[in-house]
């Protein structure tokens, strides 16, 4: 028995690891993805075996000495899909095992190959969607459903002989350039027998994306925060929801890196900040990122700034706000963005659904009202967790500000903001006087629909803290809401 294992592709899903190292290196258990496999090969007698390599081929070196692999090189790599990493090798399908190289083994496969017959190893999808196997009674593959959350899916294991090997070296050449090199071999299925080897519990894990690593805890977040740094011991930051860490890519550039924490995609929509960026990309009020599946974010490390603190409270401070905040709030909702606005009523509800929580029927009901008002007026893009630790600033009195932390952002009321800041920053008196001087409000009716969307603002952060068991923070906000809420009715 043979192996050929396919370990050209760039991983781009992968990123930001796959930017320091080819995704098949990644270290779990401080040994690379491709040495366990190896491993497991070499212990079962697996003579020949064949690695393919494309992106960042210089790193595979070592292998030819440490476990007496052959490798060949696809120069097409980064144009085309895995066909042509095994095209290159078609003349050594025969009694091989094809391998996908972002594999880990949680048992041992090879005892359920049957070297008589070609044959996909599959189990039971229960992660993402695979590509389905559909039997006959001896266990023949008839069908393949492609992308199914269901039943037994192709998993990156199979192995070839015979007639089926043969045929599928004579398709391979014929796939277009995107195609996979299954669609080859689906191609073969109709002429000739292949099957299924179905185990019945999970065997392998395929590292897709980041999240797939976290997700079969394979990597912890601090394990991806230094396998993400180049040559710099990394640093943990202050984070309340997510894990942040301060790196340096292989450029040497200091980034900080945000691994999402768990669970936050129920409230957090990932794909919402990549747009919300977009839109500040020439506005001067905040770092450049880079977005990753599975949330991943770097943001460039600005060297010279810090976090605000409450030292930093005053009037000149509060006018730098202010211009921030006027620009960002420039930025109005149209019906072509392909951000809806985020109504604070909807939000509520949301949130009070989640949390099992809801005020009495005179509270809930003004709430509702104000809400409404709010949700009717001009819908501007704005930050809606503007707490100091999210304001960097440097300079004498903030001159030079910027915002982070936008992955709560949308098109709100405006006064969401102000009353955000207000309420995170702790400002009380001649401080939150002249803070909401400093942004335009000096009109009584103002300042009484900025009080009113405090109570909002804490209301929904309130239930949020519930919704994500921080309950001692929900609760401090919820009593605060009630409190202000008791003085307007």
């Not at 006018?319 to 109504?343: F, V």
Request: a negative charge; glycine letters at 6%.
């Amino acid at each position: 028995m043979n192996a050929i294992i396919l370990c050209a592709g760039r991983g781009v899903r992968f990123r930001p690891l796959s930017l320091v190292r080819p995704k098949s290196l990644t270290p779990v258990d401080g040994v690379p993805l491709l040495e366990h496999t190896l491993g497991l090969l070499r212990r079962h007698g697996v003579e020949r075996i064949t690695v393919v390599t494309g992106y960042m081929a210089d790193h595979f070196q070592y292998l030819k000495d440490a476990f007496s692999v052959e490798l060949i090189r696809n120069p097409l790599f980064a144009a085309t899909n895995n066909n042509t990493s095994l095209a290159l090798v078609r003349d050594r399908l025969q009694d091989s095992l094809i391998i996908d190289g972002d594999l880990f083994f949680l048992e041992d496969f090879l005892p359920h190959v049957r070297p008589d017959h070609a044959q996909f190893i599959s189990q039971p999808t229960t992660h993402g969607l695979e590509w389905e196997l559909r039997l006959d009674a001896a266990r023949r593959v008839v069908e393949v459903r492609k992308w199914s959350p269901t039943g037994y899916g192709m998993v990156g294991v199979s192995y070839w002989t015979g007639d089926a090997a043969r045929r599928l070296a004579e398709e391979l050449p014929h796939c277009a350039p995107d195609e996979y090199w299954e669609d080859a071999a689906l191609r073969v299925l109709p002429r000739c027998p292949v099957y299924a080897a179905c185990l019945e519990t999970p065997f392998v894990r395929e590292l897709d994306t980041v999240k797939d690593a976290l997700d079969f805890r394979l990597l912890t977040h601090e394990q991806i925060a230094h396998q993400c740094s180049v040559d710099f011991t990394p640093v943990k930051l202050k984070g309340l929801t997510n894990n942040t860490w301060l790196v340096r890519n292989r450029d040497g550039e200091l980034r900080t890196l945000r691994v999402p924490g768990a669970g936050t995609e129920a409230f957090i929509h990932r794909e919402h900040e990549p747009l919300v960026l977009e839109h500040l990309r020439d506005l001067n009020i905040t770092p450049s990122s880079r977005f990753y599946p599975g949330g991943l974010k770097t943001t460039h490390f600005l060297k010279k700034h810090r976090v605000s603190t409450f030292q930093d409270m005053e009037p000149r401070y509060f006018a730098q706000l202010a211009a921030c905040l006027h620009r960002l709030h420039s930025i109005e909702h149209t019906p072509q963005d392909a951000l809806s606005p985020l109504y604070i009523k909807e939000e509520m509800a949301l949130y009070e659904a989640r949390s099992g929580r809801a005020l009495p029927p005179q509270e809930r009901s003004w709430l509702a009202a104000r809400a409404e008002y709010f949700d009717a007026r001009p819908q501007v893009l704005c930050h809606r967790d503007l707490l100091p630790e999210n304001i960097l600033v440097s300079g004498a009195h903030g001159a030079d500000m910027q915002l982070i932390d936008f992955e709560y952002a949308g098109f709100t009321d405006a006064l969401w903001d102000v009353a955000s800041f207000i309420l995170e920053s702790g400002i009380e008196g001649p401080m939150r006087e002249a803070f909401i001087t400093a942004c335009g409000i000096t009109d009584v009716t103002e300042k009484q629909q900025l009080f009113q969307m405090e109570i909002l603002v804490d209301y929904i952060w309130g239930l949020w803290g519930l919704v994500n068991n921080y309950g001692d923070y929900g609760e401090n906000r919820l009593a605060r809401a009630r409190l202000k809420l008791r003085t307007v009715l």
